[in-house]
Structure formats: structure tokens, C-alpha cells
């Protein structure tokens, strides 16, 4: 191993030591962005850092030893092969070359399929790409990523610089997402010098997360796991309420489907009230003033509950059918039809949802997406453990609830979510997780 490296690989190796994953190996592969408008971060050497770090990360988990390094600049990216025994480039070795022509526009479409030849082999393929503005062309760099997620390709998307970096921030912002092999951090326009040790550590983490991924077992496998655990049960009755002292107090989120009644009560069940928009905050998220007025009294609490009608309130996911969960089926459409309104995210808005379908649709977070490995899609993917095997998970929650002495209106879903939350909340929150 090159000299430069020897100190941030312990750091990396300890990463991967931490999340049990210290055996794995892939291909890596670094795309850096070598455009105009980075030659400020070039010259502060924040670029080089990061290259460094994740350079040091692949001394550990590369399978060969060599990293390919591809330089998006303008409509012909570069490719240079590094090899982590002989670092040609140590720290500060990699130069701005100076200004681009305007006209030679960003094609990091084109920088990504640069690095794909020969990734099929044993090893999945892992693809860290620095990235400092939106790419040129949306629609195939989610074609890309959509069609590598086959091969074994993972894509972890580092974003600082001056341009706006939506696109890569939203590719997973949906329950239903599909984009299983990707993830994002944002390292904010300039990391300092003394803050950038630590972005470009976190960046790393997120890297570790997707190698986890690998080894993880089918979705009903990790759940049954969670939920057979021995502390299911003491979390349940601990997060309900279920048998404390007198001057221990239940989580708010115990009166998420109690409130008031519930918000699937047949008189209520296909508008959206004053009192879904309260129960929703007990679970940490808040509407928005004027879509709540919306939601209340305007045209799309209108529309909300002409889909709330298509949408059956008294059956369990395990006992619909896929289509009820399928993108296009009312319940979907629900579900992007809130997610499209100004401060109403994908959490905020299953959770509202889940308010008035708790049997049907489950409450899903940053936390138990995290927990489960980020599934494809995790309605439709959760429904199918639901039915495995004559409906076993199904059963075994509702032997859980009976365990925890939980009252029936405690759905299934809602067990399930609260023993997942439980279990991973505070290890998301300390190890700053993919999906916080």
C-alpha cells in the first residue's frame, strides 16, 4: 500500500470492522468531477481529500488492487488507472487544468458509463462519483442506474460544489423507490478544512452501508429475525405504555392510531381531519400550515378523499392484493399526490396515510428503511413477506401484539414498524446512517 494511505486505510478498515463486513470486496471505481465550475475546490484541495479517503477505502475492499479513476470534464471524460501500491498522485497531486469552454457542456452521464466495462465479475462493482451540479441528462442517468442495479453496480453520489444537486438528493426520496443500489450525501458547496475530515468519514459510512447491503437475507428473513428477537416484546410494551410505572410516560407515538378514535373509523375513514393532522405529529413530523388548510377545506382534501374512497379501510395488507399497493393503484396515487405538495415529504406523507389505513399501508422512516436495507419497494416488497409462507410473519406479529398485551386496534404494520424503530433508532441517529 502506498505510504499516504496507510493512516486513513486503518480508519476505513475500522469502518468496515464495525459493520461486520470486513471480508467483503468489490471493484471501485472513483468518478471525479472535473468541470469549470469545481476549479475552486481543486485549488482548496477539497476534491483531492475526498479522493484520498475514498482511495483509503478501497485499500481495504478493492478486489485488485487498482482503482479506476475516471476526470468528468466537458463531452470527453478521462480515464486514468491507480493502483493503491504506487499512488502516482498523493494528496495534493491532482491539478485543475484550467477553465473549460462554456460550450463543452457536462455529460456525467457519459463519465459513469466510462466505468462500467468489465464489471461483471465475482465481486459487485461499487461506483463513488464526487458530483458538483445536476447531470445533463436526468432521464439516462436513471436509466443507467436502474439497468446496473442488475449487474451488481452500486453507486454512492457525493455531492459538493456551487450547482444544484436535486436530482441526486430525490432519486430515493419515495417509499416505492427503485433505486435500491444508490445512495447520496450531501458534503454541503465547500467543505473546510477543519469539517472535512469528518464529511468525507460520513460519505465513507454511506459506502459501508451499501457493502452491508450485500449480505443481508430476504426481507421476510431480516423481519422475522427482528421480530422474534428477545427485546420485541419489552419494546412494545415499553414504546405503548403496556405495564409501566406510574411515573414512566408511553412514546407520543402511542396515540398515532388511537387518537380520537382513529382515523379509519367508518365516519372519518375518507377525509383527512383536524385530528389526522395532529395524530401525525405525535410520530415527529408536522403538515404544513396552508396544505393542511388544503387538506381541510380546499381542492385537494377533495381529491385525497375521492382516492381514500378506491382504498378499503377494512383489510390488512397481507389480505390485498399487490395491485392495491402498485404504482397507479389509488392508494399510490395518494401517496404522490401528497408527496407533490410544498413541505410534505415521502415520510410525512405515508405516515398520513398510514393514519387512516393502518391495517393497509405501514408507517415508514428514515429509521426502518435503514433497518431493512433499503428495499425496492417497500410497500409491494412487504406485502410479499406479509404472504410468505400461508402468511407466517403475519401470524407471528400478531403473536407478538397478544405477547405485548397490545389492544387489536394495534395493527399488524403498526407492530411491525414500532419493533423495527425501536430496534435501530438509536444506532441510526449515532452512526449517521444512509438514511438519516
Known amino acids: 500500500m502506498a505510504p499516504g494511505l496507510l493512516a486513513p486505510a486503518r480508519h476505513a478498515g475500522k469502518a468496515l470492522v464495525d459493520r461486520d463486513i470486513a471480508n467483503r470486496r468489490a471493484a471501485v471505481y472513483l468518478i471525479l468531477d472535473h468541470d469549470w465550475h469545481m476549479e475552486e475546490l481543486y485549488e482548496s484541495f477539497a476534491v483531492q481529500a475526498f479522493a484520498k479517503r475514498v482511495l483509503a477505502l478501497s485499500a481495504t475492499l478493492d478486489d485488485d488492487g487498482t482503482v479506476p479513476v475516471v476526470f468528468s470534464s466537458g463531452r470527453e471524460p478521462f480515464l486514468e488507472e491507480i493502483r493503491l501500491d504506487k499512488l502516482p498522485w498523493p494528496y495534493r497531486a491532482v491539478a485543475y487544468p484550467g477553465r473549460l469552454g462554456v460550450g463543452e457542456c457536462r455529460r456525467r452521464h457519459a463519465s459513469c458509463s466510462r466505468a462500467l466495462p468489465g464489471i461483471r465479475c465475482r465481486d459487485p462493482a461499487f461506483i463513488v462519483t464526487q458530483v458538483g451540479d445536476e447531470p445533463w441528462d436526468n432521464v439516462e442517468v436513471r436509466s443507467l442506474l436502474q439497468n446496473t442495479a442488475s449487474l451488481g453496480v452500486f453507486w454512492l453520489f457525493v455531492g459538493f460544489g456551487r450547482g444544484k444537486l436535486a436530482f441526486y438528493k430525490n432519486l430515493n426520496a419515495s417509499a416505492s423507490a427503485t433505486f435500491t443500489n444508490v445512495a447520496f450525501y450531501d458534503a454541503s458547496k465547500n467543505p473546510g478544512i477543519g469539517a472535512r475530515r469528518a ?15 450485500l449480505s443481508q ?3 421476510a428473513h431480516r423481519l422475522n429475525g427482528l421480530i422474534t428477537s428477545d427485546q420485541a416484546v419489552s419494546d412494545l410494551r415499553c414504546y405503548f405504555g403496556a405495564g409501566l410505572l406510574d411515573e414512566e410516560v408511553p412514546f407520543t407515538g402511542s396515540r398515532f392510531e388511537h387518537l380520537a378514535g382513529g382515523g379509519d373509523r367508518q365516519a372519518v ?8 393532522l395532529i395524530a401525525v405529529q405525535t410520530l415527529s413530523v408536522r403538515i404544513p400550515a396552508q396544505v393542511a388548510v388544503e387538506l381541510l377545506e380546499g381542492d385537494l382534501g377533495v381529491r385525497l378523499s375521492e382516492l381514500l374512497s378506491s382504498v378499503g379501510f377494512d383489510i390488512d395488507m397481507v389480505e390485498a392484493e399487490a395491485a392495491d ?17 410544498p ?7 405515508g405516515k398520513l ?19 431493512l436495507g433499503r428495499p425496492k419497494s417497500f410497500w409491494l416488497d412487504l406485502h410479499g413477506a406479509l404472504r410468505a409462507d400461508n402468511h407466517a410473519l403475519h401470524r407471528e406479529l400478531m403473536a407478538l401484539r397478544q405477547s405485548a398485551d397490545l389492544p387489536a386496534t394495534v395493527s399488524a404494520l403498526r407492530v411491525c414498524d414500532v419493533v423495527l424503530w425501536m430496534h435501530h433508532r438509536t444506532d441510526h441517529q449515532q452512526r449517521s446512517c444512509i438514511g438519516t
Open 199 to 213: 464529511v468525507l468519514r460520513r460519505s465513507c459510512r454511506r459506502l459501508c452501508h451499501l457493502v452491508a447491503a
Open 217 to 219: 437475507p430476504p426481507l
Open 269 to 276: 375513514a375518507r377525509v383527512v381531519t383536524a385530528d389526522d
Open 325 to 341: 399497493l402498485a404504482e397507479g393503484s389509488p392508494a399510490h396515487t395518494a401517496w404522490r399526490v401528497l408527496c407533490d405538495q
Open 343 to 349: 413541505g410534505i415529504g415521502w415520510v410525512t406523507a
Open 353 to 371: 396515510l398510514a393514519r387512516k389505513r393502518p391495517r393497509l399501508l405501514p408507517v415508514y422512516d428514515q429509521v426502518v428503511r435503514c433497518v
